[in-house]
């Protein structure tokens, strides 16, 4: 069993997590590492995967895509928005607050 001192938040272990449209449609979440190390700890922990992701933000898992950049160390996900970006339904335009859920988001020290 993990104590408290062997979780951290994705938002304690990042240098920045971030949010944004990638069109009217799709939103992308970037999540930017301090090291190559912190990347590849929640990279192995599979922390952020399709089906955290999905279940994070009420989306189908297969439309949610991932993509490890080690060389930046950074990974990035996307996934359709719930409505159209500018539409009368939406509540964040330019999506700058969705990745609050991301950044909460608990990763195991192993």
Request: proline fraction near 5%; glycine fraction near 4%.
């Amino acid at each position: 069993m993990e104590s408290e001192s062997d979780v951290s938040t994705l938002e304690e272990i990042a240098e920045r997590v971030r949010s944004k449209n990638a069109g009217p449609f799709w939103l992308t979440l970037d999540v930017f590492f301090k090291s190559v190390d912190d990347f590849d700890r929640v990279v192995r922990s599979n922390a952020i995967s399709k089906r955290v992701v999905a279940d994070l933000y009420q989306v189908d898992p297969s439309l949610v895509r991932i993509f490890h950049l080690p060389a930046i160390p950074a990974v990035k996900v996307s996934f359709p928005r719930a409505v159209i970006a500018g539409s009368f339904e939406d509540r964040d335009l330019h999506a700058g607050q969705q990745h609050v859920l991301l950044a909460g988001l608990v990763v195991p020290s192993q």
